[in-house]
């Protein structure tokens, strides 16, 4: 592979303007299809074989119109009055009939009013609006009329709200992230180089990607349901390795032009040598974003691909685009700041745990497992009106329903009921079952039952008296399911969906996909690193690094987000259950992480011992050669991930703190403390294979080991 490399390093040097002609080309093609084809992001989703999913299209194909998106309108009255007086009982009537004529709109004036429901303390009043699309199909011009719909009352003194995520507040910061995240990533870089010209150059090569990555999530869009929160993670990953990937290689070729060795040559010899390390790095972070395909839930799917996708353009860019602009900067790029491995912070901080190795890696172990504790009491969900900011008009609908009727009244349940619904005993029993439901303490109310056209669907609405994130809820919906069995025996099909349903069987299937998503990702890493580093040791202990890591990550989200901690200082409007995907993805996307540390970590110092054969030496020595450049790349992806902190998301500032704080424990207690600490303790049994394997492996010489020795041989003897 190395081989191969040093050929197309040389290659994209010498015909650069070829390779930036392409690479516009690139993006002009496809920015041209996306504009032509690229469709839309969207907040809904399905999740097949669950029983809230079957029950939704049992309902589409019963009731038309019932899948489509709904929207519930919020009145209050000012405090010390009530909507019953007549000035706002005036106000409130104009607003509805306006809601009446809202396009795209389904079931008429009547099941508007039939919705309709005023608080016992007489302030709050809510209806229902529905419509025959889901949200995403929605057109602007029919959210601008329903909003519309409350200027008038709103004008006269009356607060009226939207939940149901048809009107949505708009963001206040989320779209200033990554600029915040390539100014901190330009400081660094900056800080590193000492110079303009090299800390650009990772930041331009980086935009290409991520603006490449975009526009292939927009056509995509086009195709297939994508999510919206895609784009930004795809975004996040792509800011992030791009500069990384940049970075290692620009780094090797400025030591390489240190040495003396020609540009062409430098870039060459860089691509073969970090650009193998690159591709390997790039290669696992993708196969662990394809394989959250192995959860079979498609949304999470297409997030996976889309994360993917930019990851495979962040390597081809670092490969190509990388070295071609290395040909138009010259020599230049030698210019700045040098530091001598042998006299560098680096060492010293090397040497340092290399005599204190036991304490060292006991330290590690000890403070990533205090961290991880609170993850032993997770709870998984999905954010829900109660946890956006309390400026936003879907919050203080939320707040409303909550304080007029309880929080049940924002998250009900639907039991669909299909069967012989007209024979006798079969009524008797549901009308048992009915008045047993409401004889629950954690029921608050049960609509009167809908029929559908065919006679054989009915629907009722269960409205718990918990909030639709609390666990009485998640309890009221395995009670309702446990009832429901002692209908099969009457061939009645007793089915509970919902928002709140479908959040609670989301999460339980992927909390179910973990015990097989997590060996997936242990059993290739030990494989992949196995074939690096030609070691059984050394894989070991980086599966080790990498559980401690997201032990470690896993702990600090349910402490901030789910216990409530530091809420104020990440803006955090209320804690919550950790958001059900962010574990998975969050596995997924740290593995990759941990193995790019892993390999320009441990590789040179493999390559160390093979040439001194001295085990303390090589940790030492090769820490020396790449903490440096470990270290700014650790900074730099952590303040990309940290940057999407500042947007009001929930979803995405949970994952910006997950993977932040991710990278910082295996960056710097991880892969910087506890692996040179370990190595130093196994010595050189570190980099021993038994030979039964050793014959059977490839040597896939990822650093170009090989290369090198062959290249300095020929220039030795020319």
Excluded at 319 to 341: C, E, Q, S
Excluded at 468 to 496: F, Y
Excluded at 635 to 655: E, N, P
Aim: charged share 15%; no cysteine.
């Amino acid at each position: 592979m190395a081989t191969a490399l040093y050929r197309l390093g040389g290659w994209t040097f010498d015909r650069r303007r070829v390779v930036v002609v392409i690479w516009l080309a690139v993006l002009v093609f496809f920015g041209a299809l996306a504009a032509l084809v690229g469709g839309h992001v969207s907040n809904s989703f399905s999740v097949p074989g669950t029983e809230s999913q079957r029950a939704l299209d049992l309902l589409n194909r019963e009731f038309p119109g019932a899948g489509g998106a709904s929207a519930r309108i919020v009145f209050a009255a000012p405090p010390g009055h009530k909507l019953t007086e007549p000035r706002y009982r005036a106000l409130i009537k104009p607003t509805v009939e306006r809601a009446r004529a809202v396009p795209q709109t389904v079931g008429g004036p009547t099941a508007f009013e039939q919705s309709a429901q005023l608080s016992k303390n007489g302030r709050v009043a809510f209806a229902d609006i529905s419509f025959a699309v889901s949200v995403d199909k929605l057109k602007d011009s029919t959210k601008d009329a329903l909003e519309r719909v409350a200027a008038p009352a709103r004008k006269a003194g009356l607060e009226v709200e939207f939940s149901g995520g048809v009107i949505v507040t708009a963001s206040s910061g989320q779209d200033y992230g990554d600029v915040i995240g390539l100014v901190v990533a330009f400081i660094v870089l900056f800080i590193v180089f000492g110079r303009a010209l090299p800390a650009g150059l990772p930041l331009l090569t980086a935009l290409v990607g991520v603006g490449l990555g975009l526009l292939v999530i927009t056509i995509a869009a086009g195709v297939v349901n994508v999510s919206s929160t895609t784009p930004t993670l795809a975004v996040m990953l792509g800011l992030a390795v791009g500069i990384d990937y940049a970075l290692f290689i620009l780094t090797r070729h400025r030591q390489h032009l240190a040495d003396g060795l020609e540009p062409r040559e430098a870039a060459a010899r860089a691509v073969a040598t970090a650009g193998g390390a690159v591709a390997f790095a790039g290669t696992t972070v993708v196969i662990a974003l394809v394989g959250l395909a192995v959860v079979g839930i498609p949304f999470l799917t297409v997030m996976g691909l889309g994360a993917a996708v930019t990851i495979v353009i962040a390597v081809l860019i670092a490969l190509t685009l990388v070295p071609a602009l290395l040909g138009f900067a010259g020599g230049r790029l030698h210019r700045g700041k040098n530091i001598d491995p042998a006299r560098s912070l680096g060492r010293r901080w090397a040497e340092l745990v290399v005599r204190r190795r036991v304490w060292a890696a006991l330290a590690v172990i000890a403070l990533a497992v205090v961290v991880a504790l609170p993850a032993l009491h997770t709870r998984l969900g999905l954010p829900d009106d109660g946890t956006k900011p309390k400026n936003t008009t879907e919050r203080r609908a939320y707040d409303l329903l909550t304080d007029g009727f309880g929080p049940g009244y924002n998250g009900p349940l639907g039991v669909v009921v299909t069967g012989n619904l007209k024979d006798a005993s079969v009524q008797q029993f549901l009308t048992g079952i009915e008045d047993a439901v409401k004889g629950l303490p954690s029921v608050a109310e049960i609509s009167p039952p809908v029929v559908s056209p065919s006679g054989q669907v009915l629907i009722v609405e269960v409205t718990p008296r918990s909030s639709p994130q609390s666990e009485a809820t998640k309890e009221l919906v395995q009670t309702l399911r446990e009832k429901a069995k002692a209908l099969r025996d009457l061939g009645i099909t007793v089915l509970i969906t919902g928002t709140t349903a479908i959040n609670i069987d989301t999460a339980d299937k992927l909390a179910s996909a973990l015990p097989v998503f997590l060996p997936l990702i242990i059993g290739l890493a030990l494989l992949l690193l196995l074939l690096v580093f030609r070691s059984v040791l050394v894989p070991v202990k980086a599966v080790i690094g990498f559980l401690l890591t997201i032990s470690a990550a896993f702990g600090a989200i349910v402490w901030i987000f789910q216990d409530g901690h530091l809420m104020s200082l990440f803006g955090i409007p209320a804690a919550s259950p950790i958001t059900s995907f962010l574990p998975i993805i969050m596995i997924a996307i740290l593995f990759g992480l941990a193995m790019d540390y892993e390999v320009f970590l441990v590789s040179r110092m493999r390559e160390g011992y093979l040439r001194t054969n001295n085990a303390r030496e090589a940790v030492v020595g090769g820490f020396s050669a790449s903490s440096r450049v470990v270290t700014a790349a650790a900074i730099i992806m952590t303040g990309v991930f940290a940057s999407f902190v500042t947007g009001d998301d929930l979803i995405i500032k949970s994952f910006g703190v997950a993977l932040a704080f991710g990278v910082l424990v295996d960056a710097f207690l991880v892969r910087m403390t506890l692996v040179p600490a370990v190595l130093a303790l196994v010595g050189d049994r570190a980099w021993h294979l038994p030979s039964w394997i050793d014959r059977r492996v490839p040597d896939l010489d990822v650093e170009g080991e090989q290369l090198v020795e062959r290249l300095e041989r020929e220039q030795s003897t020319s």
